[in-house]
């Protein structure tokens, strides 16, 4: 069974420049997580989608992040403009909601740094 | 508001040691669930077990045990016989049931040979 997949891995960008995360969830996952990971800490939760609508985005700085899920599959994650502090892996996961258990399958992440 | 705390922020053994990492959770939640999650040097979360607020039973998967205690908020790992492979950085999440997540900062374990 194929795992998350996330793309690009890496990028550079200078402050004030726009980026986009991809991300394909494992086939049949309902649920859609985006993680900010900060070097040093644990993930923080951006955004939650359970097929292709946001379940909880209240960790999500609106004003320059936004993402979607169109088709209640893959998922891109967008900043705009993009700012020094948001250097970071983001990563994707995707889980199976059964009954209320959910364990999460993680993607690789894409490392952002913004210069 | 949730909270988990690792305390440890680095643990060096050498192999074959056995190592405890804590984790300490904070919630107001009745229903929640907790995890630990290992992170290579890859990056990758990988999942190593779950627990439900109303499980307290141990568990024991060959070399790794989870010690759940509800009336010290404590959900704590032990590698036994530790070894180099073992070496990453771990992470404690706690889960309520409406699927808010809150993750630890985790604790880089090396292990040495």
């Known amino acids: 069974e194929a795992g998350v997949a996330q793309s690009p891995r890496y990028k550079i960008i200078e402050k004030r420049q726009s980026v986009a995360f991809w991300c394909n969830p494992i086939?049949?996952?309902?649920?859609l997580y985006w993680y900010q990971q900060i070097l040093g800490q644990g993930p923080k939760l951006l955004i939650q989608?359970?097929?292709?609508?946001?379940?909880?985005d209240s960790q999500l700085p609106k004003d320059r992040f936004s993402a979607e899920r169109l088709k209640g599959v893959d998922s891109t994650l967008k900043i705009q403009p993009a700012k020094l502090e948001d250097s970071a892996v983001y990563l994707c996961a995707s889980s199976f909601p059964r009954d209320t258990i959910y364990e999460q399958y993680f993607g690789p992440g894409t490392r952002l740094t913004v210069t | 508001a949730q909270k988990v705390t690792q305390a440890q922020t680095e643990i060096s053994v050498v192999e074959k040691e056995d190592v405890t990492l804590d984790c300490v959770y904070e919630?107001?939640?009745?229903?929640?669930?907790l995890f630990w999650y290992k992170q290579p040097p890859s990056g990758e979360l990988v999942f190593l077990i779950r627990?439900?607020?109303?499980?307290?039973q141990n568990e024991i998967s060959g070399r790794y045990s989870w010690n759940f205690q509800k009336s010290t908020s404590s959900f704590n790992f032990t590698i036994t016989a530790s070894q180099v492979v073992d070496s990453a950085v771990y992470f404690c999440?706690?889960?309520?049931?409406?699927?808010?997540?809150?993750f630890g900062d985790g604790t880089t374990l090396t292990v040495k040979p």
């Open positions: 919630t107001r939640d009745t229903t929640y669930y």
């Open positions: 989608f359970q097929n292709n609508g946001v379940v909880d």
């Open positions: 086939s049949g996952h309902a649920t």
């Open positions: 999440a706690l889960y309520t049931n409406a699927g808010k997540s809150t």
């Open positions: 627990r439900n607020s109303f499980d307290e």
